[in-house]
């Protein structure tokens, strides 16, 4: 007897295809990012809705991030129609100290506003996602939305604000997390990439660039989603709870989560850890 055929349908609309395009240069400084656009390559994007868009930034220790880490996970926005960008950035290694990656994540979320129309993109739908240094990044941007010290006439017409902040392992409190990484091999040289060489000024360039020292009373933010494995041996947990606690006393939008057990990246992704935060991210851009 013949076996039985299954039949199953079709997908006119393509939906929950992605289209990788990578190597796109956002700043003459020759910085780049990797998008994931939620529609398959050559399908015709006329007359489709904008989608909204994740800004994610690799942990690197402010130095180059890398761009493919968490494209497994970051694909998976594409079957929610979100699209996501992957953001590169001047690296400390290279003599580029501190803000030299705020200003350029900053000009990439400009230019990516720029470009909405070419990548079918909502430029008023923008999150961002970060782990480790990207986190401390992304924290940063949801407290610096359009200041203007760190714009660059690259696209200075486009906002740099976001709407949301989802922040991994990230360093809040910079004069805390280097007492904890006191005795660590070179840190002094480290100290010198990411605050420049003379040493009388790293403690204010370290309060400059910890978001629990930027937070006021009675300025707008975007809500926040800290998580932390209670396990970091590298960036402790209670960084997390001090930008917790600092936002909470001013009244701002903020969830935390922590990842017991959980190390600094590896064992922090968990199937429940993903979902947390793809249900967030989905429940603030759609």
Not at 80 to 105: C, K, M, N, W
Not at 173 to 192: E, G, M, S, T
Not at 226 to 231: E, N, R, S
Request: a negative charge; proline letters at 8%; charged letters at 20%.
């Amino acid at each position: 007897m013949k076996p039985e055929v299954r039949h199953l349908p079709m997908n006119p609309t393509l939906a929950g295809q992605a289209e990788l395009k990578q190597h796109i240069v956002y700043s003459a400084n020759g910085q780049e990012l990797t998008l994931i656009l939620p529609w398959a390559p050559g399908d015709k994007r006329e007359g489709r809705a904008p989608a909204p868009l994740i800004v994610f930034v690799q942990g690197s220790a402010w130095t180059t991030p890398n761009l493919d880490y968490e494209i497994p996970m970051l694909s998976h926005f594409a079957e929610e129609g979100i699209a996501v960008a992957t953001v590169s950035h001047r690296s400390t290694q290279d003599g580029f100290p501190f803000p030299a990656f705020l200003v350029d994540v900053k000009c990439a979320i400009r230019f990516l506003r720029a470009h909405a129309a070419e990548y079918a993109i909502d430029p008023a739908r923008v999150a961002a996602f970060g782990t480790s240094s990207g986190g401390n990044t992304v924290c940063l941007l949801g407290l610096t939305g359009d200041d203007e010290a760190f714009r660059t006439e690259e696209y200075a017409d486009q906002s740099d604000a976001v709407c949301a902040v989802t922040a991994c392992f990230a360093p809040t409190d910079l004069p805390a997390l280097f007492r904890h990484l006191q005795d660590a091999p070179n840190i002094d040289a480290v100290k010198a990439a990411y605050f420049g060489p003379d040493r009388e000024k790293w403690a204010e360039a370290m309060e400059a660039y910890s978001p629990v020292y930027l937070v006021r009373e009675g300025k707008a933010y975007p809500p926040f989603q800290l998580l932390h494995g209670t396990g970091d041996p590298l960036v402790p947990c209670a960084q997390t709870e001090a930008l917790y606690d600092r936002l909470r006393a001013v009244n701002a939008e903020v969830s935390a989560c922590y990842v017991d057990g959980a190390e600094h990246e590896g064992n922090f992704w968990s199937p429940e850890v993903r979902r947390v935060i793809h249900d967030e991210l989905v429940r603030r851009l759609l």
